[in-house]
């Protein structure tokens, strides 16, 4: 039992290193082993998911997603990467569906949230309504996230985004100053940085 515990143990971990370093394939060999030594590990499954995601592989995320999940049910982080998969694929309604059950799952709403993990769980609904051109429903999940973590940098693009749709120019040039504070070399970078020289011209 010990033997089997320290190679579960063993393959959890390269699968974590190779994850790290981004080779997904690696991360998914090693994080399956694990699983195949104890086919309770809900985190062996989140883990083949997220990296099936970053593979684009959303037949393989999804079903790694679902198997975490039908282990722990209470899993909120692994409702919210099932929530990003759906709505990689456009699929709004199942990715609401997901993402609302991991706002329930994570104490909801800013009253309950200390931590990161709040902020994500009101996020990524507001991409999915972004995306489905619900855009005032979805400032307030960007306003959200930043009340229950006000370093939540993508947040801020987002709100920023919002606050152009809505011709409020100077109060999204201060959002996307506050993301270029946190995240100088994040995903949006770039864009923020020539929409800020837009507006302040």
């Not at 080779?23 to 994080?31: E, L, P, Q, R, V």
């Not at 990296?51 to 079903?63: L, R, V």
């Not at 051109?133 to 979805?138: D, F, L, N, V, Y």
């Not at 993508?154 to 995240?183: D, R």
Request: a neutral charge; aromatic letters at 8%.
């Amino acid at each position: 039992m010990a033997a089997k515990q320290t190679a579960m143990k063993k393959a959890f971990e390269e699968g974590v290193v190779a994850s790290r370093a981004g080779n997904h394939d690696a991360a998914i060999a090693s994080f399956q082993s694990a699983a195949d030594l104890n086919p309770n590990c809900f985190d062996c499954y989140y883990n083949i998911a997220f990296s099936a995601t970053q593979k684009k592989d959303y037949d393989k995320a999804e079903a790694a997603y679902k198997k975490a999940i039908e282990l722990k049910a209470d899993y909120a982080e692994a409702y919210s990467g099932l929530a990003n998969v759906y709505n990689a694929q456009r699929k709004f309604d199942e990715a609401a569906t997901a993402s609302a059950k991991a706002l329930e799952l994570s104490g909801g709403g800013a009253a309950g949230a200390a931590g990161g993990g709040n902020a994500d769980a009101m996020f990524n609904p507001g991409v999915i309504l972004w995306n489905a051109g619900k855009i005032p429903e979805a400032k307030k999940q960007f306003e959200g996230a930043i009340a229950a973590n006000p370093n939540h940098a993508e947040s801020h693009y987002q709100l920023g985004m919002a606050l152009v749709n809505e011709g409020n120019l100077p109060g999204a040039a201060t959002e996307f100053e506050t993301y270029l504070k946190l995240a100088p070399t994040g995903p949006n970078a770039a864009t923020a940085k020539g929409i800020l020289g837009t507006l302040k011209k």
